[in-house]
């Protein structure tokens, strides 16, 4: 019985470990690829500038495991920047990882009105989800 205990016990750790990430993603980060359990929730911070024209859009097209929870985008200027204006600051994209599968997580920094202009930055991640996140992928 003290052996089952024990087991319950550390899944249960593993569980909470691979539940949620410790940091937001950043554009360091771009072209990880990401084994992560269902429930898992995790977020990306992009540092951008909007009084330039420039903003961050999640594009992502290919996604059937990720819910995106801040339906469309939070920004929040930089503490340095006093609330000056033409200040930079973060935008920050929350997802939960809501069954397994896979997504491809594109996120790209344009001008919305620019549509034959490639974006200045991509932030691009590929999402294996299953139970623990043990998922392989191709």
Request: net charge positive; aromatic share 10%.
């Amino acid at each position: 019985m003290k052996k089952i205990v024990t087991a319950g016990m550390l899944l249960t750790l593993t569980a909470l470990m691979f539940s949620c990430s410790s940091k937001p993603y950043t554009l360091k980060d771009t072209g990880q690829i990401e084994r992560l359990a269902i429930d898992s929730v995790f977020s990306v911070s992009l540092e951008g500038n909007p009084t330039t024209g420039y903003v961050w859009t999640n594009v992502t097209t290919e996604n059937t495991c990720l819910e995106q929870l801040n339906k469309g985008k939070e920004y929040t200027p930089a503490e340095s920047s006093n609330n000056k204006v033409g200040s930079g600051g973060t935008y920050l994209f929350t997802y939960k990882v809501k069954n397994t599968g896979e997504a491809k997580l594109k996120i790209v920094y344009s001008r919305p009105w620019e549509t034959n202009t490639p974006p200045a930055k991509i932030f691009y991640m590929k999402i294996f989800a299953g139970i623990m996140g043990t998922i392989e992928g191709n």
